[in-house]
């Protein structure tokens, strides 16, 4: 084994989406990189998760993962003041006065200012949030112009078209099956002859109810003219999403089965997850390590206004106390840790000195904020935000399907949707809504 190098190329924080990624393309260009993952490590394979699924009294997106949900010895939510580099568990995510108050430090992890929209989690495992869905929707252009066009939140230094042949590069990654004319909408637009990596999955037997039941005969005015489209919309199209789930055999992994067990874990591993770029990263000719159980705690700059060198306490056992403390130096740092844990590293250096001078708990890992960014904006190619969600403020009926408006939707983004329901009119709809303006284009 070739040794370790005292300066690495580069440091990376944490293993999910993000890291695993990086650190796989930097290893295949031959760079020298380490990994810091609060969580455990790649497991061999997934049978203890698989177990421990099966067997646990709630099937919850983290029932498969490490650390255990349940205190063993009093049965209850384990208290996450107890657990090494805990997480949330959405069973703790209720509101107070129900099981699993989350606003109980004894039994929620969360620390949350403000209302707590999405009562969901991540995990911490190396390959972070292996519970999500694997939907991979590509940002369409607009998103990166939400400050110019909206008036929301900020725009991107970056554009769409800047961001094509990544795009293309994460999806073979991952393993993406969807197909190109379904998915070209609001400005997406895909390089001559792009394929997805797989064909899209079929529409469930849901999807084609839907759409035949919203389709059989053109839509009624009296019936969308809750819309407030202008023109009459005639004709409701239900479309898949583009998913990180396999259609057919790939790079070694079987086809979905189609049992729809996606979250927490598909027990035939065809939906990715980034343990397995994780283990191609190990396997690239540069030095690949991934150091688990590892709680990146400070990140020191120097008087340069640079990364000086990153600090790490770690443990063994997720109740035991810290085993090792240390720091890795490196050229470049990439802190991956999580859209929802940015605080991570400050916060536990900020903490812990403290609370374990004081002979308070020693565990490391606490106090971030949640999934809390994770919101769902719905329906954005439609421009009238369609959505089968609460709240809403119109409810329409056809045959036996039911649908929703919100309002809401229209200024809350979202990565997270799993069917999309486009609108064509007769006419190109008329509408000051400059969404729908560079829709009707
Ligand atoms: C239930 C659910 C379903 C989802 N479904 C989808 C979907 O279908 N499509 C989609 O696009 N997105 C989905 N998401 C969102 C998606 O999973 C996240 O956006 C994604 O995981 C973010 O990747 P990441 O690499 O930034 O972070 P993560 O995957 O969360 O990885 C961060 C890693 O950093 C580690 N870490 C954190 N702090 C430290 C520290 N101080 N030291 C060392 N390591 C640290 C963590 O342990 C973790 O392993 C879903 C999320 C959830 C919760
Ligand atoms: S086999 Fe089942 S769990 Fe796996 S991706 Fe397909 S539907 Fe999801």
Known sequence: MAAEPKVWDVAIVGSGFAGALIANELGKSRKNVIILEAGAGVAPNIDAYMRRFYSASAKVPESPYTPEIFDPIDGGLSDPNKVNAG????????PKGRFGDWTDPKQAYLIQKGPRPFAS???RIAGGTSHWLGTCLRFVPNDFKMKSRYGQFVDWPIEYKDLISSYADAEAEL???ANVDEQKYCGIDFPP???YP????????TDQHVDASLNRDPLKNEETAFLGMGDPVTKIPVRGVPAARNSEPYRNRRACAGNTNCIPICPIQAKYDPTITLNDAMNTPGIVKLRERTVACDIVVGENGLISEI???RYKTETGQRTEAGSVKARAYVIAASDRDPATAADVDKQRPHRAGRGQHKRHGRAKPDGSSLLCRLGHVSGADLSLSRPVDHIGHRRSVRWAVSSRARRVPCRHRQRRLEFRGRRRPQCDDARLRQWSQ
């Open 175 to 177: 393993g993406v099956s």
């Open 198 to 205: 797989m064909p899209k999955i079929p529409n469930s037997t």
């Open 311 to 313: 600090k790490y306490i």
């Open 193 to 195: 002859g792009y394929t």
């Open 121 to 123: 989690t991540f995990d």
């Open 87 to 94: 997480r949330p568990t959405v069973l703790s995510l209720n």
